[in-house]
């Protein structure tokens, strides 16, 4: 079932060519993975939520998704050589973001250029994949997909543990307190009969009930 599993996927791919773009976008989707195609980085960065000043009309047709309910991106692949925003660019703002540094980017170039690909590497991309793109090199990209998800998982428990950490002393302490308050009525509870008891047993109290008896010698 490796097919459901990596459907799971979602990858974002950016380029301004239609060409490319709609190559790349064919290939993921044959690996199976759920794919968002834009034609530039601001778009790129706008979709993943790091909306730059130079924002761009929403509702242009560039961006098209497979499934909009599923807002989460597990990789970026985009192209080198764009106008505006570089692919190198839009990788800096991705791994210079709190939020969005640990998803996995890979970038794309139709120049073997050395000094250009071991900058991309240095930057933080995981892969440097000349074009045209083939459905080899795709079969890279889902070990950095898994890697991400697996730490994700990890923080999203981490934070239960940290919750259910903090959660509980406050409950101890609510059942302390709760406990505390059953222990002072049940002690009133006994003063109360004890007092009762005492009172019956006075003779002040029983003097009373012989008052009416007259005694005849």
Known sequence: MGITAESQFHVLAVDDSIIDRKLIERLLKTSSYQVTTVDSGSKALEFLGLHEGDTNDPNTPSVSSNNHQEVEVNLVITDYCMPGMTGYDLLKKIKESSSLKTIPVVIMSSENVPSRISRCLEEG????????????????????????????????????????????????????????????????????????????????????RYSGITTVV
């Open 125 to 208: 991309a995981e892969e440097f994949f000349l074009k045209p793109v083939r459905l080899s090199d795709l079969n890279k990209l889902r070990p950095h997909m898994l890697k991400t998800k697996f730490k994700d998982q990890n923080k999203k428990q981490e934070k239960q543990e940290e919750k259910a950490d903090f959660e509980s002393p406050k409950r101890q302490e609510k059942e302390e307190e709760q406990q505390h308050q059953e222990q002072l009525l049940q002690q009133q509870s006994s003063n109360n009969k004890r007092k009762a008891v005492e009172e019956g047993l006075s003779p002040e109290r029983s003097r009373p």
